[in-house]
């Protein structure tokens, strides 16, 4: 302790100057935009970097679960394609949606909003405002982009809201998260008069531009009926597991500016 002491006494005007140097960066880089956007920037690109090689270091340590589990999704996909043979003889290919791969490097589930980074950013064609799923189900949308990297708004966080649809009635609702569980939200806006059961399935309803349809959401866990409002809610578990997400991908709707210029009032 009394070494210490003696270090710092003798470095004291160094340890000040240094100080009052970072100091002085701090107030200049906080009252000047021009240099608070750049401050930033270089922050996020830093960030994003270490984020990708802490990914890296985990995805290694975790290479025969992800083994496992596209071999599971290859084989399912296999099946499909097999079944789709069996009854017809032609293969329509839509060319509405294109899909980019993404690698998740910064995930956050416990928080009210909470956000994902991934490894993919303009120069990969990723813009703001598109759907991103998995191979489970829906994950969220894109909000920020910068030219390697994107953030996500996922299903966990108080601004999301995706429609859904029943598969059994076709009936459309809601989809919201509300800050208890990362593994369960809330439908929302479920007409009343519906017989709804467990394990009722929910799947996009695809009335957005951002998810094509049928994608799997969850499925119902609890019921709230109430027979003296005209809608209901219910209790989901999402298909998508946030706590395990390492691969996703980015939904393009290669028709989206021709379709929201549609929806445009004068």
């Known amino acids: 302790m009394y070494n210490l002491l003696v270090l710092l006494k003798k470095y004291s005007t160094t340890i000040l100057f240094v100080l009052l140097e970072l100091l002085c960066f701090l107030l200049i880089v906080n009252s000047l935009p021009f240099q608070n956007r750049k401050m930033v920037s270089v922050s996020n690109r830093i960030a994003g970097r270490w984020y990708r090689i802490v990914s890296n270091c985990s995805d290694y340590l975790h290479l025969k679960t992800q083994n496992d589990m596209l071999a599971e999704h290859n084989a399912m996909l296999m099946n499909q394609l097999e079944n789709l043979s069996a009854t017809t003889d032609s293969l329509i290919i839509n060319d509405m949606y294109t899909f980019v791969p993404a690698h998740v490097i910064k995930n956050t589930i416990y928080e009210t909003n909470n956000y994902i980074v991934i490894d993919k950013g303009e120069i990969d064609g990723i813009e703001p405002d598109m759907g991103v799923i998995c191979d489970n189900g829906v994950v969220g949308k894109v909000v920020n982009v910068s030219n390697h990297f994107a953030s996500i708004m996922s299903l966990l966080n ?22 208890m569980n990362y593994r ?25 531009s951002m998810f094509p349809p049928d994608i799997i959401m969850g499925t119902i866990e609890e019921y709230d009926y109430d027979e003296n409002e005209m809608f209901s809610s219910a209790k989901m578990k999402f298909s998508t597991n946030f706590s395990t997400l390492r691969h996703v991908y980015v939904v393009k709707n290669n028709y989206k500016s021709e379709i929201d210029s549609l929806c445009v009032t004068h």
């Open 158 to 179: 108080s601004y999301s809201i995706v429609s859904c649809r029943f598969i059994d009635n076709q009936y459309v609702a809601n989809v919201v998260w509300d800050n």
């Open 184 to 208: 369960y939200g809330k439908v929302k806006d479920i007409p009343s008069h519906l017989i709804i059961n467990k394990g009722d399935t929910l799947v996009t309803s695809g009335y957005s």
